[in-house]
């Protein structure tokens, strides 16, 4: 049987996260409790971004340059503490995720769209 | 000049998402702004896994396999969510990622691990 | 010159949490930084309340007695967790709200309603 | 039967918000889910303090003025937004708060104290 193919792939952020930590010996700061928080700072700027803006205005975002460059910034953030975390944590990311889309697939069952007419 | 080696690859988890979305009509649902909120949502459960351990009970999750596979799932849901909402926003995660970890390069120096001796 | 009327009273429940804690033995897991932690697990119960919804449906919320009664649940829950971090810290709530709304206010200062027309 | 005491008075609060939104117009931006998005993002402020702080470190924030300043301020800013948010959904918030606690009471009974020795 052929090896399934990974939905995502991290290894090589991981690597490059635990490099840049290591360099500045942040290993000791890098907790789960305390990625935690940080990463609920990071999921608190992204949330800043849409606070006071319609469905509309989200959408052009993407024709304002500063904008989506600093949206893209705070996913970024987002992110890397995530995966951090999850590294720091020793989790098979790639694992965690196929698993979760497959209860959500038994829990959210898909209407049978080849179901024959009456 | 080889192409550069992407520290991220999301492409197969943002296809399956859509699929998801497709199969259920969800895409109506999956606005910026609604995803914003069902990823703070992910996060806040997360949090609780964490919110009275110490350090050294966090440590131990990973020796019980039924609340391990419960912190497995709440990282896998605040991911999926983090991962649709760049998708939707046609965000290049992984140009994103890179960008933002050259940012913090720049913005916290390593110290010279080399520097030769005075 | 009069007492300064409060713009928001918390005493009475900052003594019913401590007499809560300490009944329960609870005190020493109400550090502030599992205070935060708890406070972001109730704030993402919260959010989860409005994420599917469009601003009409949230609006209906309120003639519907078990989906209101929730979100009160959700309301005072973070409430509780904010408070009772308030109280943990020795913070005085009051003052803090006080000063913070001077500062918004000179930082956002209203348009002058009754300027004389030009 | 005398009137209860009330855990929390938030009514002069609610008025202030209530006149600094109506001075500003900014009544049409106040919706719930609006204002869940601004509560997350001062919710991620306030995490962001505790971070990379130990226990220890974070009891000594109150002998630094500026840091405490911060604090305070941060801690004002989610009271802030969930009061008015409360506010917005004709949320009665001492009655949500009463009722809460009780529901805790009996979730999480206090061991009987003066329970008499076998």
Redesign the interface.
């Given at each position: 049987m052929a090896a399934e193919?990974?939905?995502?792939?991290?290894a090589?952020?991981e690597a490059?996260l635990q490099r840049?930590a290591d360099?500045?010996d942040w290993q000791r700061?890098h907790?789960?409790?305390?990625l935690?928080?940080?990463?609920?700072?990071?999921?608190?700027?992204?949330?800043?971004i849409?606070?006071?803006?319609t469905?509309e205005e989200?959408a052009q975002?993407?024709d304002d340059p500063a904008r989506f460059t600093h949206?893209?910034?705070e996913?970024?953030?987002?992110?890397?503490y995530?995966?951090r975390?999850?590294s720091v944590?020793?989790?098979?990311?790639n694992?965690?995720?196929r698993?979760?889309?497959q209860?959500?697939?038994i829990k959210?069952p898909?209407?049978a769209?080849d179901a024959p007419a009456a």
């Open positions: 193919t990974p939905l995502i792939e991290t090589a952020l490059a840049f360099e500045r700061y907790t789960p409790r305390n935690m928080l940080a990463l609920t700072g990071e999921v608190g700027e992204l949330a800043e849409f606070q006071w803006l469905d989200v975002l993407a949206l893209q910034e996913v970024a953030d987002v992110l890397l995530l995966v975390l999850a944590l020793k989790l098979d990311i694992a965690a995720v698993d979760k889309l209860k959500n697939a959210y898909a209407p769209a």
